[in-house]
């Protein structure tokens, strides 16, 4: 195609004008209002003795369970849009204690770090760890804060002292009413649990006869004494206790994921259940303008000369 | 400066495109028909310039330039607070309820003291827009839980954490105000600090301890605040005559006498109600506005702008004078007929 010359001349001019005025707009319009979907989340973390128990791994690194809670969960609060918010609350004993409520993951990333490399086994307060309890008063607390956070809360589901198959501690609340998700931490072989001091250093293991091996209704039933010798006694060691955070989150209306591999299987689930709220934020249409701007310029300038074969 | 996307400066070659270009020229019939003019050699020279400084300023405006975000020194009137909140179970109880000769078997958990002092604490970082803050988790372990920090948002986003869920069992004060000293431990002074206690009750501490704690907070040169939620109506933290016989030696009025002792400047506030928790937060926030160093956080600022104006003061005279020529070329094309 061949155009004539002063075709070519007013063609060039239109562009160049067009172009013109597209960067006019890329200075003056003013950013446009557009929604984007948040999350309110509160992760409750698990510091109890078994989560000291060194089986599991991020990357190459062989570390506790503790470190990749705290690891998976500086990456899931990365992996979250701005505008979401994240609270942080750790659990020992039978509670949930919140110790932020969430607050927005950009701007203060720093300040939620800053909490989260704070979480050692030296906060806890007792040294019992009743995971299904402890779930339940993070879900209660959960409901006074408003927006409502979706609870992730990040376990290995150890129970100690352990819980009856049938007779558990019972939840009052309307499971799914608030939405939430329980993370399994750990490996699958029974390892033994190390037993801090005071200071957080590890002293040792638990020893067989220093842990309850029976729930509270077993071991006072004497017509069951029989069943209980036969019973394996390893409470005193930890695994993942998969089977039983099952059962846990389908009684609250959880999901349960077990041993993610990375924070975007987390974010997906989340977004899944999660009650996502619309967040207006300012968008620049300049990107776009001055674009075209350019691409409108390039054509103008390309030396189509030399693609095309001149016939004289 | 920095760009954020700088994959986008490896287009700046583009830039000598209008060089290369030859889609504005005409065919002549011979190349010395033209007349030789300096003048419109240097115009000519001048728009190949223009065109090129307008494609290279629109690719660097997309690269997207901009000063990260970084901190600014200044000074301002403000102190460093840590906040020590007790979060024992008595806490949980209401405040300043009226003497009743039997125990109320209801709860009301709007009135407990924590929720009292998590309310007027809002307040108090409200109202305080220079200050820092940091917040001090304690029961029988302490463990600063929020350093200090400048944002206003998870300072209140932590204070209101701690009005949620139930108290802990015990509480240990001497561990919390050692934590509470250690805090600035090789910390530059940069103005006031604060050690801000809200507690409804006392501890007596063993010598040891109110060694360690007396050096670290006169070390770390720290003012002391406690303000004593009263469980007791009646009860002063110093002996008056003629009071309760029980009163004598109760762990608060110790912990008073051992402040007091102390080096470091010390007020004790009695929060018997609202209104005196209320007179109390508000002069320690008349008291300490005091030259404070401070580091403010400037967002990140795009320049990409600036580039842009460079775009369009370049492009406006090549536009311009492509009109002008088309204008030139379609009259000569198309003449009036007289």
């Known amino acids: ?80 849009p701005c505008g979401s918010h994240a609270g942080l609350a750790v659990f020992s004993e039978a509670r949930s204690l919140i110790l932020m409520t969430p607050v927005e993951v950009c701007a203060n990333y720093h300040d939620l770090m800053q909490m989260l490399s704070q979480f050692h086994p030296t906060m806890a307060w007792a040294r019992s760890s009743e995971m299904s309890k402890a779930l339940y008063t993070a ?31 019972k939840f009052t609340d309307t499971p799914g009413e608030v939405p939430g998700i329980i993370v399994g931490i750990g490996g699958s072989d029974l390892l033994p649990i190390p037993k801090t001091n005071e200071f957080g250093e590890i002293e040792g293991y638990w020893g067989i006869n220093e842990v309850m091996h029976r729930d509270v209704y077993a071991s006072s039933r004497g017509d069951a004494a029989e069943l209980n010798e036969n019973r394996p006694r390893t409470e005193h060691m930890s695994s993942q206790k998969k089977s039983h955070m099952e059962t846990v989150s389908k009684r609250v209306g959880f999901e349960f994921i077990s041993s993610p591999t990375s924070a975007q299987n987390l ?35 390309l030396p189509y000369s030399l693609f095309i074969k001149q016939h004289d | 400066m920095s760009w954020s996307n700088p994959y986008l400066l490896y287009l700046l070659p583009l830039a000598v495109l209008p060089w290369l270009s030859r889609n504005n020229e005409k065919q002549i019939v011979w190349q010395a028909l033209l007349p030789k003019d300096s003048a419109s050699v240097v115009i000519g020279f001048t728009l190949y ?84 803050f940091a917040y001090l988790l304690f029961s029988e372990q302490a463990t600063t839980i929020l350093p200090l920090t400048y944002s206003k948002e998870t300072t209140l986003a932590t204070i209101e954490a701690g009005g949620l869920g139930r108290g802990l069992t015990k509480t240990d004060i001497a561990v919390a105000l050692k934590q ?43 003012t002391l605040y406690w303000i004593y939620m009263r469980s007791v109506t009646g009860m002063t933290l110093d002996e008056k005559p003629g009071e309760s016989i029980l009163w004598q030696g109760a762990p608060e009025r110790q912990l008073h006498n051992f ?18 928790f209320s007179e109390a937060m508000a002069t320690i926030d008349q008291q300490h506005y005091q030259t404070l160093m401070l580091e403010q956080r400037m967002p990140r600022q795009s320049l990409a702008d600036y580039f842009l104006w460079v ?28």
């Not at chain 2, 507690?199 to 907070?217: K, M, N, P, R, V």
């Open chain 1, 267 to 301: 974010i997906k689930e989340m977004q899944k259940i999660s009650v996502t709220r619309q967040q207006p934020v300012k968008y620049d249409l300049f990107v776009w303008l001055a674009s075209v701007a350019l691409i409108l310029l390039i054509l103008v300038f």
């Open chain 2, 180 to 222: 509470a000293g250690k805090m600035f431990d090789g910390e530059t002074y940069r103005g006031a600090r604060i050690v801000l206690l809200i507690s409804d009750g006392g501890q007596i501490l063993s010598t040891e301890q109110e060694q360690q704690i007396s050096q670290l907070l006169r070390e770390n040169q720290l």
């Open chain 1, 1 to 80: 195609m061949s155009l004539s010359y002063p075709k070519r001349i007013f063609l060039t001019a239109l562009v160049m004008l067009i172009g013109l005025l597209m960067i006019i707009a890329a200075l003056w319009l003013p950013p446009i209002d557009r929604e984007i979907e948040v999350m309110d989340s509160l992760f409750v973390i698990d510091i109890t003795d078994s989560m000291n128990v060194e089986d599991v791994r991020f990357g190459n690194e062989h570390i506790n369970r503790l470190d990749w809670a705290k690891e998976y969960t500086r990456q899931a609060i990365l992996s979250m």
């Open chain 2, 311 to 338: 775009a369009l003061l370049s492009l406006l005279p090549l536009t311009v004078s492509q009109l002008y020529t088309w204008s030139g070329v379609s009259r000569a094309y198309h003449p009036k007929k007289h």
């Open chain 1, 139 to 169: 879900i209660r607390q959960a409901k006074e804060i408003t927006p409502q956070p979706t609870v992730v809360f990040l376990t290995d589901g150890h129970e100690a002292p352990p819980v009856h198959e049938t007779l558990f501690p």
């Open chain 2, 49 to 132: 310039l223009l065109a090129s400084v307008t494609l290279a300023s629109l690719i660097m405006a997309l690269a997207g330039p901009h000063i990260p975000e970084h901190t600014v020194q200044r000074s301002g009137q403000g102190a460093e607070v840590i906040i020590l909140l007790d979060r024992s179970r008595s806490m949980d109880q209401p405040f300043a309820r009226r003497h009743r000769f039997r125990l109320s078997t209801e709860m009301n958990f709007k009135e407990s003291k924590r929720s009292v002092a998590r309310y007027y604490l809002t307040e108090f970082v409200n109202s305080r827009p220079d200050d820092r």
């Open chain 2, 259 to 276: 402040f007091k002792t102390l080096d470091v400047p010390y007020r004790a506030f009695e929060a018997g109600s609202l209104e005196e």
